[in-house]
């Protein structure tokens, strides 16, 4: 079992819709939670972070935590083409020496 | 934002070169910095983690000698990719962070071409 498991995709959606990425990690002590973009040929961005139990909102996008059931996901409201990507999910822990545990990411593709 | 200065963008040199890639932390201090690399169409590859004034810590499988990295300060980190051969060709990227529980921050990333 992976440390962290993305559906790889990809996953399509029309444009104006909700898009849903999921991620689920293994450690139970993780406390810290990234969500990443990359463009094709491009370096990830950081898009959210979040820390604790519940939704956390940035403009069109909505992390959420549920550290019981050791998941995470990313909701991104009227989808964009621009919006087509890598998602990664990265999880912080102390378990795991100071590295970021990365997912290996889902490809989003938004049609207009 | 935390910005992560990564040069050069991109490099092409002969067979058995070495070639050294720079990062900076601009407006925060890197107390640790990754690097990873990237093969198209897959995932991060993480090479090592550095730690200010530290010896880096190398993945498994990741040469040490042949590529040297060096972080002699809170803003700079280096790698030194030895003798490059065209199997060392990649998408090389830079990262950088200050706590252990805050995200890294990532370079643009550098694309090496050995021919």
């Known amino acids: 079992q992976k440390e962290v498991e993305q559906n790889s995709g990809p996953l399509s959606v029309p444009e104006g819709a909700i898009a849903s990425l999921n991620c689920t990690y293994s450690d139970r002590v993780s406390q810290s939670f990234f969500w990443y973009r990359q463009y094709s040929g491009k370096s990830p961005e950081l898009i959210m972070s979040?820390?604790?139990?519940g939704d956390k909102e940035d403009g069109r996008f909505t992390a959420q935590l549920n550290k019981a059931s050791q998941y995470v996901s990313l909701l991104i409201r009227d989808s964009q083409p621009s919006d087509s990507a890598t998602y990664l999910c990265a999880v912080n822990g102390p378990t795991n020496a100071g590295k970021s545990t990365f997912g290996d990411g889902t490809t989003l593709t938004v049609k207009p | 934002g935390a910005v992560v200065s990564q040069h050069p963008s991109w490099v092409i040199c002969k067979s058995g070169t070495s070639v050294k890639i720079e990062c900076r932390s601009l407006d925060f201090q890197a107390t640790t910095m990754f690097w990873y690399r990237q093969f198209p169409k897959q995932s991060l590859m993480l090479m090592a983690t550095s730690n200010e004034g530290s010896k880096a810590t190398y993945e498994q499988g990741v040469e040490k000698d042949k590529f040297l990295i060096n972080h002699a300060s809170l803003t700079l980190s280096t790698l030194t990719v030895t003798s490059a051969h065209p199997e060392d060709s990649s998408f090389y990227i830079c990262s950088a962070r200050d706590h252990s529980n805050q995200p890294q921050h990532f370079g643009d990333g550098t694309r090496l071409s050995i021919l």
């Open positions: 979040i820390y604790s139990n």
